[in-house]
């Protein structure tokens, strides 16, 4: 038997629940669906995510110690087998990734990963998704149902919803997988030392910086200016100077900021859809012809190094 | 035991030309291997050179994929075979064809328990294909594996780093591995081993070859184009590097961000 068309939301991050909701009722503007989100985690998160207003919660308690958050595959997969939901909504993390691919694989549907943006066709529900690494946006329209997406962060505005009637809570047991892999350690991670998206200013380092020590040189520049340290990808994922969270473009940060200053950055397509949302753009090269310049509001060619002091000196007269 | 690695032989994103309508043409662009690819082909290939058995790269896509500049470069790389899946209608495959005819090529190979995929490929980037690989196949699947070495016959340990957390896991075989671009440098081919590459064997097969008959889009491309970008001024500043700088500070402070 179906449900009422059903949309599904599914993330382990429960902080990303309310944008996924937030989608989910753009893609129901007609009213017809229901929506339903899958919470891991406890009687705190099953609240949290009631107050999005969701029309029900499958609500699966814990994932048994020593397995894998990405282990509830099984449970979800019945979930969806039972309900069949139209719509399958999933938070762009790693593990969403993975669920994601693994219920494409096993309903013969394609995923369209990190939407951006929706839009109603004649035919049906299509979704914007970048490609050529930020260089191409393409719009497509999936012909199988049910329809499965991974929402990239920060692009749907989470609501709390006030006068919702209060979402039925539907407790789900967690279902042995039928293969795992066996956790032998787990590490937290170092927290993020920045959230370049909330920067207020941020200078950017391309490969135009010739060593890792000249990085402090930068510092000094960034703290007169009270800016952020950024970088291109290369300088963080090759060189491995700068941790991951640095750096801006296609898979690291996208900034809003009112200042980017790019120092030795050529302007490559991957790093500059990054900086789009960006007020006022610098960028400082020794080539003329490096494709910054052209999205650029003001560009100075010169040697970083010279360029650097002087505007520690003019910043400290100002 | 043989290793799998798949790659995408894709259009260079950094040759694509953007029309003043913001239109998009791969027309000119030089195709190659994914740059997300080629850690996990150099990933395979120290694990063979280690443990034996043979690295067998593996392809599909439009006959634009079928070049022997191409087809060397992997081949230099250390993979002792290339397969090729060649068929015009992979030209816009999306996310379920391409791992439906990748599972079904993997298959029909013998011996092989292990398959090692890119982070993303390098033109779309869905991130999704070794996960449905893997699931297509009743493999294990795992993605952002950033170390991987074997403990004993059929069990590998691998290092996995996710958004918070980092994770040592031992994967029984069979499995489907997507690893993070930074799990090992790949090499440089040395002038041996591309003499040697054109030695080794390439096999080409057909969407028939593997057992698919009929390959129906799963999605539909509606449009392509360039994002829209924000207009700038252009304002390149002149004169000496002090008089460049102290027109850039007044410039910042008439726009209010300083």
Redesign the interface.
């Given at each position: 038997m179906s449900d009422q068309n059903q949309i599904f939301v599914i993330s382990e991050e429960v902080s990303l629940i309310g944008e996924l909701v937030s989608a989910a009722r753009q893609l129901n503007n007609d009213g017809f669906s229901t929506i339903a989100a899958v919470v891991i985690g406890d009687q705190s998160d099953v609240q949290r995510v009631g107050s999005f207003a969701v029309d029900q919660i499958y609500w699966i308690e814990q994932v048994p110690e020593g397995y894998l958050v990405e282990d509830v595959f099984l449970t979800l997969w019945e979930l969806v087998n039972q309900h069949k939901p139209t719509v399958v909504l999933i938070g762009a993390t790693t593990s969403g990734r993975l669920i994601c691919g693994r219920l494409a694989a096993r309903l013969d549907v394609s995923a369209i990963t990190d939407v951006r943006s929706f839009e109603q066709v004649k035919d049906g529900l299509a979704a914007r998704h970048m490609i050529f690494a930020g260089g191409a946006e393409r719009l497509e329209r999936p012909r199988r149902l049910p329809v499965l997406f991974t929402i990239a962060k920060g692009q749907f505005e989470a609501d709390i919803v006030q006068s919702h009637t209060a979402p039925q809570v539907i407790p789900v047991p967690f279902r042995l997988p039928e293969k795992r892999a066996i956790l032998r350690e787990r590490k937290d991670l170092p927290p993020l030392s920045v959230n370049l998206a909330e920067a207020k200013r941020v200078i950017c380092l391309g490969r135009g910086i010739a060593h890792q020590e000249d990085v402090a040189q930068v510092e000094q520049l960034a703290q007169v200016l009270g800016a952020e340290i950024a970088c291109t990808r290369p300088l963080s994922e090759g060189l491995g100077w700068l941790p991951r969270e640095r750096y801006i473009g296609i898979s690291g940060a996208y900034i809003k900021s009112d200042l980017y200053l790019g120092l030795g950055v050529s302007g490559q397509v991957q790093h500059t859809i990054g900086i789009t949302n960006a007020r006022v753009v610098v960028a400082v090269n020794r080539d003329p012809d490096a494709p910054i310049f052209k999205q650029a509001d003001y560009g100075i060619v010169a040697d970083l190094y010279e360029v650097v002091p002087a505007l520690i000196q003019g910043l400290h007269e100002a | 035991m043989n290793i799998v690695v798949c790659v995408k032989i894709a259009?260079d994103?950094?040759d694509?030309e953007?029309g003043s309508d913001g239109s998009?043409s791969t027309a000119h662009a030089e195709w190659s291997i994914g740059g997300f690819d080629l850690p996990a082909l150099e990933a395979g290939v120290r694990l063979a050179e280690i443990h034996g058995g043979k690295v067998i790269a593996l392809s599909a896509g439009p006959s634009s994929i079928n070049q022997s500049k191409i087809k060397k470069d992997i081949l230099s790389r250390g993979a002792d075979e290339l397969v090729l899946v060649v068929d015009e209608t992979l030209q816009d495959a999306?996310?379920?064809?391409t791992?439906?005819v990748l599972a079904a090529a993997i298959h029909k190979m013998e011996d092989v328990q292990l398959a090692f995929f890119g982070e993303?490929s390098?033109?779309?980037?869905?991130?999704?294909?070794?996960?449905?690989?893997?699931?297509?196949l009743g493999w294990?699947?795992?993605?952002?594996v950033q170390d991987v070495r074997f403990i004993e016959h059929g069990m590998l340990?691998?290092q996995r780093?996710?958004?918070?957390?980092?994770?040592?896991?031992?994967?029984?075989l069979p499995a489907a591995l997507s690893v993070t671009?930074?799990i090992c440098e790949p090499r440089l081919a040395s002038m041996r081993a591309i003499l040697q590459a054109s030695r080794k064997p390439v096999i080409e097969w057909s969407l028939a070859d593997i057992g698919i008959e009929n390959l129906?889009?799963?999605?539909?491309?509606?449009?392509?184009?360039?994002?829209?970008?924000?207009s700038?001024?252009?304002?390149?500043?002149g004169g000496s590097?002090?008089e460049?700088?102290?027109s850039?500070?007044n410039?910042?402070?008439k726009?209010?961000?300083?």
């Open positions: - | 259009p994103p950094e694509l953007i998009v999306s996310t379920a064809e791992a439906r993303g390098a033109d779309l980037y869905f991130q999704q294909t070794g996960a449905q690989v893997g699931e297509r294990l699947c795992l993605n952002a340990e691998i780093t996710l958004d918070v957390e980092m994770q040592v896991l031992d994967v029984p671009s930074d129906a889009a799963s999605v539909e491309i509606l449009a392509v184009q360039a994002p829209p970008r924000t700038r001024k252009g304002v390149v500043l590097v002090e460049a700088v102290r850039l500070l410039n910042l402070k726009e209010g961000v300083l």
